[in-house]
């Protein structure tokens, strides 16, 4: 684990431990909507790798980009995609960040630097460089970031898209959070490197290993990579090696996985753990953070209440929106 | 030999790869967002410009910067594209080969004409793809016309110039509008000309007078190439010109006349101009060089039959290449290709 030490603004360390807990009270929100029949479609949740999302996003500004997977929540919600947005997409309504044109799978706010998630595993590893040839043509100073699992490291787009922002010495950092599983596939069977990051080498690219259970770490690695993309010196690899305590989507009981390595992982959960790090260094007290955490819980409900109250858009409606 | 649109300064008679050049210089001068990405596009001196020489000189004006040499890689070129677009900047990707269109087919169908829908509407995709199509002799994996998958998938808009005063005035309407463009030019209709000579052999001298004023080519305007009352006939690019010297004969010989429309953009489509064609001739044939099932011919014919029920006196026709891989074997590629008298056979038997 690493340190907790005061170098990093007690604001931002907040800021982090609300933005993981909105997170995990999001999810669980959801679920519970989509176990009462309420929510239409499906999820691929973001439960136990809060730390990732959150200690990358917490470097970057609203109008740095960051790409996305089928498994978008946990980084929409650390962009800064409004949690009202969010949920009125979720519920379906015209109000909802993607116009309800998008759902689950391509959330995502362009006003808050995300584009639509993208479903297709490892399609984002060849647009995030695009995002960030514009950047660097621009000469806006502006990042881009494309999470991607271990699973989509063996996609071809993984390999053209490092291949390429390294050629041309992208502003653009490549996360990938390790989580072991690819739906059900061990990643051992597949991928015959010890490390997804060991793989960054064939691209010139520099990569660090990071633990994806502590938020402070992926900070303090993620602010390194968003320096040196930001000051023109190219693209960084972050492998963040995580667990995630849900399935792959709502319907999979993850019965593939031992159950001691479930409970080893959940032992290490990013969001207790950093409550009781804040606490213990005198960041928080115990009744402030409890306060937090109620607004939190609050401000779910309500944007629950918001969405659902919404009126349904109109069928027709989807017609629109394909040419600009 | 089809008779150029105009004769008169000879200095701007240009082939369709000149006139595409030019096209995409003035817009490369016109907004510093516009740029070129693709393999062998910009190396210089002693580059290529790209496979059939469009980009040549390009790199030289507008520097390395502006035109992109990429690895082999298409579905990063493509992706780069995407994002880039989306961004603000206004790229122009090439194809060596439409073929290779395949490889990168996630960014080229689930991603460039999905993320404006997908994000409601909040971002646009202003890129240009072109790649050549066309069979001669190269084999089955150089030889695809495949404009009709694109066709089929919403939120691309399709360009087949046929001409070097089209080809002009398209790309530079592609590069303008917002949304993904995807143009087919056709090899055999290329005519390069200048240092590098790509001339290929069996093309068509095309050259044909562009202007010097800027003008633009609108989407969803077909353009008839010659009038006539008895066959209505709807062709593009190098089966165009074999009809065109179809109906030529077959009036001369046969005394039946032909009405060809050239569809200019296969989406937007243009209907409305072939049904009014077809509510006078009454009979139609529509000709391709990609395969015929499942080709964008059927698409036009189902149309037709569809909204033009009434103004048919016989079955809608296609002429098009037979549903294999292009074969290698020159005779076997003529037996297989669209040509000239396999249309005029048709025309005869429809009008008679």
């Known amino acids: 684990m690493s340190k907790l030490d005061l170098d990093i603004d007690k604001s931002k360390l907040l800021n982090m431990y609300k933005k993981m807990f909105m997170i995990r009270k999001f999810e669980e929100k959801v679920y519970s909507l989509f176990l009462q029949s309420i929510l239409p479609g499906t999820i691929h949740q973001y439960i136990g790798q809060e730390a990732v999302a959150v200690g990358i996003c917490e470097n970057l500004n609203n109008n740095d980009f960051i790409t996305s997977t089928h498994r978008p929540h946990g980084h929409a919600i650390a962009k800064g995609v409004e949690i009202k947005k969010f949920m009125a997409e979720l519920f379906a309504k015209a109000e909802g960040c993607c116009g309800a044109r998008g759902g689950s799978m391509h959330i995502g706010d362009p ?170 260094n005198n960041l928080v007290s115990k009744q402030e953070l409890t306060e937090l955490e109620d607004g939190i819980i609050k401000e779910i409900e309500e944007a629950v209440e918001y969405a659902q109250n919404l009126p349904d858009p109109k069928g027709q409606d989807g017609l629109l929106y394909v040419y600009a | ?104 087919m996630d960014e080229l169908i689930n991603e460039a004409p999905k993320m404006r829908y997908m994000s409601g509407g909040k971002l646009k995709v202003p890129m240009v793809v072109r790649a050549p199509v066309g069979s001669y002799k190269r084999g089955a ?43 087919f030019e056709h090899k055999l209709l290329y005519g390069s000309k200048g240092p ?81 064609s077809v509510s006078k001739t009454n009979r139609v044939i529509i000709a391709h060089e990609d395969t015929l099932s499942f080709g964008w011919g059927a698409e036009v014919a189902a149309l037709i039959a569809d909204e033009g029920f009434s103004y048919l006196d016989a079955p809608i026709k296609r002429v098009c290449s037979s549903d294999v891989p292009m074969p290698f074997s020159p005779i076997m590629e003529k037996y297989v290709l669209p040509n000239e008298e396999r249309l005029y056979k048709e025309i005869k038997n429809l009008a008679t």
């Open chain 2, 141 to 183: 994996q150089h030889s695809q016309t495949p404009d009709t998958y694109f066709c089929h998938t919403p939120g691309w808009k399709i360009a087949v110039p046929s001409n070097a005063y089209d080809a002009k005035g398209i790309i530079k309407t592609a590069v303008r509008d917002d949304n993904p463009v995807f143009i």
């Open chain 1, 111 to 280: 006003d808050v630097g995300m584009i639509p998630a993208i479903a297709i595993v490892g399609g984002g590893l060849t647009v995030a460089p695009g995002l960030a040839l514009a950047f660097k043509m621009m000469k806006t100073k502006q990042v881009a970031v494309a999470f991607f699992g271990e699973g989509a490291s063996n996609e071809g787009a993984f390999h053209e898209g490092l291949n390429f922002a390294s050629v041309q010495k992208l502003p653009v950092l490549f996360v990938c959070e390790n989580n072991l599983y690819a739906v059900s596939t061990p990643w051992r069977q597949t991928t015959p490197v010890e490390n997804i990051a060991d793989r960054a080498v064939s691209y010139s690219i520099p990569a660090e290993i990071v633990d994806g259970m502590d938020v402070v770490a992926v900070y303090r690695a993620a602010k390194k990579a968003i320096e040196r993309a930001r000051s023109g010196k190219g693209p960084s690899l972050i492998e963040a090696k995580t667990y995630r305590f849900c399935g792959h989507g709502r319907f999979d009981p993850a019965h593939y996985r031992p159950k001691e390595e479930l409970e080893a992982w959940k032992k290490m959960d990013s969001i207790p753990n950093f409550a009781t790090r804040l606490i213990k």
């Open chain 2, 196 to 276: 590098l000579k790509r001339e290929v052999p069996g093309g068509i001298d095309l050259t044909c007078y562009v202007p010097e004023e800027e003008y633009l080519i609108p989407f969803g305007k077909a353009v008839i190439r010659r009038e006539g009352t008895d066959v209505t006939i709807v062709a593009t690019q190098l089966v165009l010109y074999w009809a065109m010297s179809a109906a030529e004969r077959i009036e001369r010989e046969e005394g039946i006349s032909c009405e060809i429309i050239d569809p200019v953009t296969l989406v937007p489509l243009d209907i409305e101009t072939i049904l009014k």
């Open chain 2, 1 to 104: 030999m089809i008779e150029s649109v105009q004769k008169t300064d000879n200095s701007r008679k240009l082939t369709i790869v000149e006139a595409t050049r030019e096209g995409i210089r003035e817009e490369m001068m016109r907004d510093d967002r516009v740029f070129i990405i693709g393999e062998d596009v910009g190396i210089s001196p002693g580059g290529i410009g790209g496979s059939f020489a469009i980009f040549l000189g390009l790199s030289d004006e507008f520097g390395h910067d502006r035109v992109i040499d990429t690895p082999i890689s298409e579905k990063a070129i493509i992706g780069a594209c995407v994002g880039a677009a989306m961004m603000g900047l206004r790229p122009i990707a090439e194809f060596q080969y439409s073929d290779f269109a395949f490889c990168a």
